[in-house]
């Protein structure tokens, strides 16, 4: 099973702050044969089920506002917040899709400070 | 909309079956797959099984020999059934729709707890 590990597990983070959540694959999740990254990440608020907010790793999903943005190929991948706003705390988490089991990391929890 | 809703007991005894149940509308079953995931309380997410789109299945390794995902089309219809449930089975179950492997739209989830 590819593992995905996060980092930090937790963050807190002031409103306005930029934050960066890291998320590293046991193995590469590009496939050579469309140059696409198979990493997808999800945000998770109390009580929630998880919103899609990224997938191939940089493209954001319809109404995710801008200051969301994915990055990372290979094996390292990062989730960015800008101008974080407290309507964003929340729990983090990356998903591989490149081979089943499809696998999702441990999560990251934004606090406030 | 597309829209997915999670039902089925609350409660199930240890060693005893679980039959969750995953209505979808504003989508085929016919041409969407769709996956269970689930989250025990405090913890992280795990991936079960999916139904594809042409019926197929594919299982979590770790809990296929327990597994049986089916679906009815003409009711939008998934099913999840597994087997010799034990504590650690307790989790909110999720069903989501898969687009080229990720999830899009989630169920809300159901709580599931083992116990006796």
């Known amino acids: 099973d590819i593992v995905m590990t996060q980092s930090p597990s937790s963050l807190a983070v002031s409103a306005g702050e930029t934050v960066t959540i890291n998320c590293k694959s046991s193995?590469?999740?590009?496939?050579?044969?469309?140059?696409?990254?198979?990493l997808a990440w999800y945000q998770q608020k109390p009580g929630q089920s998880p919103k899609l907010l990224i997938y191939w790793a940089s493209t954001r999903q319809s109404g995710v506002p801008d200051r969301f943005i994915g990055s990372g190929s290979g094996t390292d991948f990062t989730l960015t917040i800008s101008s974080v706003q407290a309507e964003d705390l929340a729990i983090y988490y990356c998903q591989q899709y490149y081979d089943t089991p499809y696998t999702f990391g441990a999560g990251t929890k934004l606090e406030l400070k | 909309q597309v829209q997915l809703k999670e039902s089925g007991p609350g409660l199930v005894q240890p060693s005893q079956t679980l039959s969750l149940t995953c209505t979808v509308s504003g989508l085929s079953l016919t041409s969407n797959s769709v996956s269970w995931i689930r989250q025990p309380p405090g913890k992280g997410l795990e991936w079960m099984g999916v139904?594809?789109?042409?019926?197929?299945?594919d299982y979590n390794s770790a809990i296929k020999s327990r597994l049986s995902i089916s679906r009815d089309t003409s009711k939008s219809q998934v099913f999840l059934k597994m087997n010799s449930l034990q504590t650690e089975d307790t989790a909110m179950y999720f069903c989501?729709?898969?687009?080229?492997?990720?999830?899009?739209?989630w169920g809300q989830g159901v709580m599931v707890t083992v116990s006796s």
């Open positions: 193995q590469s999740l590009l496939y050579s044969g469309n140059q696409k990254n198979y």
């Open positions: 989501a729709r898969n687009i080229a492997f990720f999830f899009d739209y």
């Open positions: 139904i594809w789109s042409n019926g197929g299945t």
